[in-house]
C-alpha cells in the first residue's frame, strides 16, 4: 500500500487543497498539497507534515496489529505513559523528528489522524486509531 500516493490522489482530486472537520468541536483545517507532504492550517509554527509522517502512522499501526494509541504530547513528555513509544505520536517522534526519551513532543496528533481517516486509511477509535 502506497500511503502517499493514496493521500496525494484524493487531495488531487479536490484540486490540491481539502478543508477537513475535527473529530471534535465543529471546527475544521484546511490541507494544501504540496511538494514532499501537505501544509495544513491549525499547526501554528510548523504547519508542514512530510510524507514520512504518515508512512510511520500506518508501519505503526501494522506492527501493532492494525491499533494503536493516539498518544499526548500536552503535559507528557516522550516514553511517558501518556506518551509512549508506540503510540502514534510518540513514534512519529522519534522516527521522523529524532526526539528521544524524557523530550518535550510538538503536538501534531489531530491533523495526522484526521487526514488518515479523511483518506479513507483509518478509523478513529477512543484515544487510538485503526488501520481500516
Known amino acids: 500500500m502506497n500511503i502517499t500516493n493514496i493521500i ?3 487531495l488531487l482530486l479536490k484540486g490540491g487543497e481539502v478543508e477537513i472537520r475535527l473529530l471534535k468541536g ?6 494544501r ?28 499501526l ?3 496489529g492494525g491499533n494503536a494509541l493516539k498518544g499526548n504530547a500536552m503535559g507528557c513528555k516522550l516514553g511517558d505513559e501518556g506518551l509512549p513509544f508506540n503510540s502514534i505520536e510518540g513514534y512519529i517522534a522519534k ?3 529524532g526526539k528521544k ?4 513532543v ?3 496528533i489531530s491533523p495526522i489522524v ?18 481500516k
Open 95 to 97: 522516527e521522523v523528528y
Open 114 to 131: 484526521n487526514i488518515l481517516i479523511w483518506s479513507e486509511l483509518c478509523q478513529n477509535g477512543v484515544g487510538k486509531l485503526t488501520l
Open 8 to 10: 496525494k490522489e484524493k
Open 106 to 108: 510538538f503536538r501534531r
Open 101 to 104: 526519551v524524557g523530550d518535550s
Open 62 to 64: 501494522e506492527q501493532e
Open 33 to 60: 498539497l504540496t511538494d514532499g507532504g501537505v501544509l495544513v492550517n491549525n499547526l501554528a509554527n510548523d504547519p508542514y507534515l512530510s510524507w514520512e509522517v504518515f508512512e510511520k502512522a500506518i508501519e505503526l
Open 26 to 31: 465543529n471546527r475544521s483545517f484546511i490541507v
